[in-house]
Each structure stands twice: as C-alpha cells, then as structure tokens.
C-alpha cells in the first residue's frame, strides 16, 4: 500500500523526531531525578555536619559558662553556703540566657550541694521543687563525673541521657550537656565546684533550626526510642510541637543499629517532604546517649522536578503534533533545547553550580531551563552559605586548638599567631603584650617587614598605643596610607581581657590579596576574645610555677635554718619563758615599791594613834587604880562601889561610841556643870564635856542623885577614867582594823601565783586597789563608785588587782591630783564590763594605739617603765580571754575592760605557770 507524503513525513517524523526527542526527554529527565537524589543527600551531609559543629560549639560555650562562672565572686558566697539575692540570681541569668534551660549547681569541697540557680524561660514548667528534684537526680548520677573536677582540678564535660520531670506535661527524657569547673577563691583555695547542665530540648533545636534552615530532632536514648524527643517541628494548625515522631520507627531503628552511626532517609509530615541525615552522639567514654536528626525540606525540589518531568512529557506530546505540520521547525526548536538541557543538566550533575542553561526557547522547555537555573541558582547561594560558616566555624576551631594546647605565654601566643597567620593568609602578622611595668612590648613576629610593622604610627603616637585606646578592631584596605615601604589589606586588632586591653594583633597580607571578607572579621573578633583569656591564663601559670620553684626553695633553706636552730631554741625556750615570768613579777612589784610610801604614810596614820592611846591607858590606869584604892580604904558602905559598876557595865554593854563636835549639847554640858558645882566637884565645866561626849551624863545624874551624902568628886573621877579606858580601847582597835585592811591589800596585790580562777566579788578586787592607792587618791580626787549588780565571776582575782591598780594609778597620774575618776560596773549577761574612766588631759590620736606596746611610756624618765598597760592587756586578753578599749578626748579618757563569767584554766602565752 502506497502512502501519501503526509504519512510518510508523519512517521518519518515520529520515527526520527519524535522518538528520538522522547528517548532524549526521557533521558534527561532520569538524569536529573538522579542527580536530584545524589545532590539531596549531599547536602544533607553538609547540613548535618555544620549541625554537628554547631551543637560541638554549643557544648564549648557551655563549657566556657562554667569557667566563666568559677570566676564569679557570687558562686564564692554559694560555695560558702551564702544565700544570693534575687537581683544577683536575675543578673546570672540574665548574663548565661544564651545557654538555654537548665541549672547552675554550686558544690563545696565535699561535693554536697551548697545552692543552685536555674536558666532559661521557666514559665509553663512543672512546679519548682519537682524540677529541681530531677536536676539533682541528674547531679548524683554523674557525680564519678565531676568528683574528678574536685580531685585533680580538672574540667569536667559529658552528654547525659537522663529521664525527669522538666516540664509540666510529664516525666521527660533528654539529652544534657554537663560541664564542671572548679571553684577557688582569692588565694587559690579550693571552695568547691560549679556544674552548669543545659538540657538539649526544643528550644535547642529551634536555635539550630534557624542557623541552618533545616528542621532538627533529638532522639535521647531510651528503652522507648519514640517515646520521647526533642525537635525544631511545629504543627502548622497550633504552632505546638507535634506529640508524634515526625520519623517513623523503622528508620529511627535503623539509623540507631546502624553500624557507622550515619543513615538518610526520606519521610514526609503533614504533607512536607523531608530528606533527613542521622548521626548517633556519644558522651566521653563512647556510649551512645542520642540521635541528631538534619531534616532538609525538599518539598519545593520535589514539585520542581515533578514540573520538570510533565514540561518535558507535554513538550513530547506538542513536539508530535507540530513535526507534523513543520518537521524542520520542530527538529530545531525542539531537539537543539532539548540538547542544550541535557547538557546543563549533565554539567550540573558533575557539580558545576555555577554553569546555567541558556535557552531562548519562550515555551516550556524555556521555562523548565528557568525554573532549573533558579534551582541551581538556590542550591549554589545555599551550598555558599554553609561553605562560608563551615569555613569560619572550622578556622575558629583551628585557632582555638592552637592555642589551647599550650600552657607558657610564648607557646600560647607564638601558636596563636601562627595559627590566625595561616588562616587568614597574611604575609606578616606581629603581636604586641602590654607588660604593666615597662608599657608596651613586641612579643612575636611571623613573615617578613617586622621593623617596618613595628615603626607604624598614628596621630603622632606609636600605632599600638593608639589601637589600644580603640573600641573595635582599626581596618585599613591599603598600609600605604600609613607607611610608604608597605601595601596591603591590614588589621590591627586589640586583644582584650575583663575589658582591658592586654595585647595588639597586626595583620597584613600581601598587596594582591581582596580586601578582608566579615567572614575573617568574625573569625579574628571570635578569636581575640578567647586569646585574651588564653594569655592571661599562660601568665597566671608562669607566675605560680616561678612562685612555686622560689618557695620550694625557700622551704628547703628555711627547712635547713630551722633543723640548725631547732636544738639552739629548745635550750632558750625555758629561759625565756622565765624570764617573761619575772618581767611581770618585777613589774608588778615595781608598781608595789612605788606604792609603799603611800601605803606608809596610810599606816603611820592608825599606827600613830594606837601610840597615844597606849600612853592614855597607861595614864587612864594609873588614875583608875589609884581611885579605886582611895574608894576601898574610905568608902564604908560598898553598896556604892558596887552601884557604880554596876552602872559602868551597863553602859558598856550598850553603849554606842559617836564622836559628836564640841558644839553640840551646849545646854546639857550647861546643866550638867551646874549639877557638879553644886556637888562641889572642881573643873565642873571640863568633867561635864566629857560625860556629855561619852553619852554618860545620864549615868552620872543618876548616881549623884542616888546617893547625895558621898564625896562625888572621887567616884566620878572613877567613872571617868573607866569610860576613858574603853573610849581609848575602841579607838585602838578602830586603828589596827584600818592597818589590817591595809597589810590584807597588800598581800593579795603582791600575791604572784594563783594556779586555778575561783570565785571572786569584783567589787572587793576593786577597793582593794583603793586601799592601796589611797594616798594618790586623795586630796582634791573624786571617786565616783556606780557599782552594778554582778555576780561572783571566776577569775584570776589577784592578777585582776595589778589591773584595776595600774588603770587607777594612771588615771590619777592623768588628773594630776584634781578631778575625778569614775567606776562603772555593768551586768552584760554572759560577761561584765569595768569602766574606769577619768577628767584627765587625754591620751594623743597618734599614741593611743601604742599604749599597750611594752616598754612605751608617756612619762617622764625615771616614772614608768612601760610595762603596766601591756600587762594589763597580757591579763585580761590572754589570761582571761577578755576585751580591753579605749577611747580619749581632753577631759574625759575611758579604758573599758570585757571579762566573761566563767573563766577555764590556763595560762599566760610564753609564761610558765609554775614560776
């Protein structure tokens, strides 16, 4: 059968254009869903390694906080068991929010919890106390963990998989990051431990979700692998976290047996479709503990393809209308398009992101090559992104590690520059340290012009000092601005410590390199800031290890003195001791031999009127046996005699002796005078003062009127002289009991040797020193007594009266023999206070605070040997465990003494107790 030209053009057209140009569709169409696929999981890879990185830098900067916070002086007062304010506590939170939720616990040295502040948002959490309840769970099961940190002083950091009640749906399991730092205080004494641990939930994901716009689930390890999770999901209709696993079981189970750790898969939720990398995350000693989930959204991807397929299906179909019509135009517009896509799609495949389909096709082939290159296009903007955070976050650590490593100052910066050198591609780099006393000095320098970088200057001042006083790092495109002999990009960069500038980083690199990118600013400002801790640390290290080395040589030579001396001290140990022993013997008999010609003159006084009273009873005798004599041989009645006595003991026995002044009774003396001139008694006037002063006026009446016929005169001389004999008698034992309390303060003052406190009324301590100041104190000096109500006190009674007694003694030194002095006793419960205070001239500002040194007087020479108030002081604070002040303006100087009720056995430091 013959055809017609139209069926043969019509199947020569399907047979060479049509099926040709559907093969190559096809063709192209399966390329690209391959390339599609490998490209999908590529960048899955890299999303989920930049989320590796990212949550690696997250542990760091936990790490960081907790030897931030071992800084803190408020984690000190936690350490020491010191309640923070909730200011301090909100200013924490405040500084450590980036964190994320979690807690602060604070450890002393025993590893028991001395107080905790918790981070984060903490609205809709369950109550308080359940929350910190399970935190403290998590802190006892990683205590073999963190008591390394306590023991060997080391940072501690470790991933935790821990079940608890941390929000307020139900108990939860997550995944924490623990990092612990030991915590010391001024001197380097260890205080304790703070442990920072920060839960990786959704916040943590959401945070990861927005660096790499990628959706992240958290899997912690669990008997029940989708029980719980953490994750950046949200459900579209109430922006709530999905209660769900977005993943299926099968692949999370997969992905966890996984033998490499690593596993992609695709998964669609709520009608989203997902291309997800895993990676398994282990804690320090290789356990599992979690599984990171990087969920790249590849629904756009997926409708681009499926459009790509259905352009090229249609452009098949309308190619094989048309080649009926025009073959050659067909063959043209369709073929050559079709061509040039497949070669893109073929340059894409091999990685060229950057080729671009040129297709002037206004169909849709033209618009699949649009839709195809604005897909390269997204694809290579994206892939830049994370090359260039990548690129930064892997140059930071470079850096970092370099430095790290090292613990002396030139290891630290040498390593340091070379690092940031190499890095950044400089031609030189030069780092200047401030040393506090000689300025600024050039430490380091790598490359070439290290004399030219080191000469640069800047308003008229050396280039380093000027960067110094700068706020940010100083950018320069070209150096030639600054120096004629170089050229090229340049940054000078100050690195900082707590807000001090503590060294200068120049930067250049060479004249053909572009302009510095803020990809490297970043990296250089990120890096400053640790270098500045890095070189401060490498300075505290040097200084202890010089410190150290000295004192371990100290030590040994003082050792080698000591051993030497040792037998040298042990000889005069005895010596000395006694020696302090008789100072204050000495002194206090000194202070007793300055006192006795006062305490002479006391005596004389009594000692001199027993004289005459002796003399006056020998007289009073003389006389009253005389009477006596002459009464027996005259008297015939002896009634009288014995009436007379009779009368005289009865006086005796009742009588009350009074001194009364001359002037008084003037009218009785006048009567009785009368009664005994009528009686014809001579010296009536001067017998009748005498019976009136005695107060036997009325015995004598009562006799004369008994017996009127007598001769009067000889029995009243009688009377007389027996009531004179016990008015002398009185008076004689009045004057030995003065010279008795006087020998008894003495005594008890010179007493040098009391083993054991006893009981004592501080009140009878205190007048016995009167009685034996009792010639200074007299005159014109006022003793003013406001004796409180105080029990008896045991104490050292007889040191305590060298106390009062050289307190006493130098306040009427002070007054200079007129003013007053005054002591005050008061009760203070479970100690009393004694106050001798004094009208004096006062005691200078720039003395007093040597009164109590030994051997310093105010006194003339030869008046005081300065050791009074520095015994004073050695009784009371040493021997009794009390108090001494005192305080002094002109006219009024006041020595305030604090002893407790009960004093225990001891004795003076340096003093035997046996002497």
Not at 469 to 475: A, N
Request: aromatic content about 6%; proline content about 3%; glycine content about 6%.
């Amino acid at each position: 059968m013959k055809l017609k030209i139209r069926h043969k053009l019509a199947i020569w057209m399907l047979v060479v254009g049509v099926i040709p140009a559907f093969v190559a569709s096809r063709r192209g169409v399966t390329i690209i869903a391959d390339r599609f696929t490998d490209t999908l999981q590529d960048e899955s890879e890299k999303n989920l390694r930049v989320g590796i990185n990212v949550a690696v830098d997250h542990i760091n900067i936990v790490k960081n906080a907790a030897i931030t916070l071992s800084k803190k002086s408020a984690m000190v007062e936690l350490a020491t068991r010191k309640d923070l304010s909730r200011q301090d506590q909100d200013v924490i939170r405040s500084e450590f929010a980036p964190l994320g939720n979690g807690v602060i616990h604070v450890v002393d040295i025993q590893g028991k919890l001395s107080g905790s502040i918790s981070l984060g948002d903490q609205s809709g959490l369950v109550a308080v106390k359940n929350q910190e309840q399970s935190f403290e769970a998590l802190l006892n099961h990683s205590v073999p963990q963190w008591s390394n940190m306590l023991k060997n002083y080391a940072i501690t950091l470790n991933l935790y998989s821990w079940e608890g009640q941390f929000t307020d749906n139900k108990k939860q399991r997550f995944l924490f990051i623990q990092a612990g730092a030991p915590l010391f205080d001024q001197h380097y004494n260890l205080l304790g431990g703070v442990i920072v641990t920060v839960a990786l939930d959704d916040l943590f994901c959401k945070n990861i979700s927005t660096i790499l716009g990628s959706q992240i689930i958290l899997y912690p390890s669990s008997p029940d692998l989708l029980g719980t999770f953490s994750t950046s999901f949200e459900n579209p209709q109430d922006l709530s976290r999905p209660v769900e696993s977005p993943l299926g079981g099968g692949a999370v189970m997969t992905a966890w047996k996984s033998p490499h750790g690593r596993y992609f898969h695709s998964f669609t939720w709520n009608d989203m479709e997902y291309a997800a990398s895993m990676q398994m995350l282990h804690d320090i000693q290789g356990r599992s503990v979690g599984l990171l989930v990087v969920a790249l959204d590849i629904t756009k991807m997926q409708k681009g393809k499926s459009d790509a397929v259905f352009t090229l299906m249609l452009s098949a179909l309308l190619a094989l209308a048309v080649v009926i019509v025009l073959a050659t135009w067909f063959s043209r517009n369709l073929a050559n398009p079709l061509g040039r896509l497949l070669r893109g799609a073929r340059e894409v495949a091999s990685g060229k992101l950057d080729e671009r389909l040129e297709v002037d096709s206004g169909d849709e082939i033209g618009e699949l090559a649009e839709a195809f290159n604005d897909m390269i296009q997204n694809l290579q903007e994206s892939n830049n992104r994370q090359n260039e955070q990548m690129s930064e976050i892997q140059t930071l650590n470079e850096i970092i590690n370099a430095m790290s490593v090292q613990v002396g100052v030139s290891s630290v910066i040498s390593e340091g520059l070379e690092a940031i050198s190499v890095a950044l591609q400089t031609s030189s780099a030069q780092i200047w340290l401030l040393h506090d006393e000689n300025g600024w000095k050039k430490n380091h320098h790598i490359g070439s012009h290290e004399k030219e970088l080191a000469d640069l200057r800047r308003e008229g001042k050396p280039l380093v000092e000027f960067v110094a006083t700068q706020d940010s790092l100083m950018e320069l495109p070209d150096l030639h601005e600054l120096s004629e002999d170089l050229s090229g990009p340049f940054l000078a960069v100050p690195i900082r410590y707590q807000g001090r500038v503590i060294a200068v980083v120049y930067l250049l690199r060479p004249s053909t390199s572009p302009v510095w990118t803020d990809t490297h600013k970043n990296v250089i400002r990120a890096v400053s800031e640790q270098m500045g801790m890095y070189i401060v640390n490498a300075q505290l290290f040097e200084k202890i290890s010089r410190f150290n080395e000295q004192l371990e040589y100290i030590v040994h030579r003082r050792t080698m003195e000591l051993q030497e001396t040792n037998k040298k001290l042990g000889s005069t140990v005895n010596e000395l001791q006694n020696t302090q022993a008789q100072v204050l013997i000495s002194e206090r008999l000194a202070g007793l031999g300055s006192l006795l010609a006062g305490v002479a003159h006391e005596i004389n006084s009594p000692i001199g009127a027993i004289d005459a009273a002796v003399d006056n009873l020998k007289k009073s005798m003389q006389a009253m046996l005389d009477s006596l004599l002459y009464i027996v041989d005259t008297e015939k009645d002896p009634r009288v005699l014995t009436y007379l006595l009779t009368l005289v003991q009865h006086y005796l026995e009742n009588v009350t002796l009074t001194f009364p002044q001359r002037d008084q009774n003037r009218e009785r003396i006048r009567e009785m005078t009368n009664l005994l001139t009528s009686r014809n008694i001579e010296n009536a006037r001067s017998l009748s003062r005498k019976l009136v002063e005695n107060g036997t006026d009325s015995f004598v009446e009562n006799f004369l009127s008994q017996y009127e016929n007598i001769d009067a005169a000889m029995y009243l001389q009688l009377m007389n002289e027996l009531f004179t004999i016990h008015r002398t008698a009185a008076a004689t034992a009045t004057a030995i009991h003065s010279v008795k309390r006087i020998v008894m303060a003495l005594r008890s003052y010179s007493h040098v040797k009391q083993d054991v406190p006893e009981p004592v009324n501080i009140h009878d301590v205190i007048e016995t020193s009167l009685i034996i100041l009792a010639n200074r104190l007299k005159h014109n000096i006022t003793i003013e007594k406001r004796y409180g109500d105080l029990p008896p006190i045991t104490v050292y009674g007889d040191e305590l009266s060298q106390v009062w007694t050289n307190l006493l003694s130098n306040a009427a030194h002070a007054i200079d023999g007129q003013g007053t002095i005054v002591i005050e006793t008061i009760n203070l419960g479970n100690r009393v206070a004694i106050k001798i205070r004094d009208t004096g001239r006062g005691i200078p500002p720039e003395l007093i605070d040597r009164i109590f040194d030994p051997f310093f007087t105010t006194k003339k020479k030869g008046e005081g040997t300065g050791l009074g108030l520095g015994i004073v002081s050695r009784i009371v604070k040493e021997r009794h465990g009390g108090e001494i002040e005192v305080t002094s303006v002109p006219g009024d100087t006041c020595f305030t003494v604090y002893l407790p009720i009960m004093v225990t056995s001891r004795a003076p430091e340096g003093l035997n107790p046996q002497v």
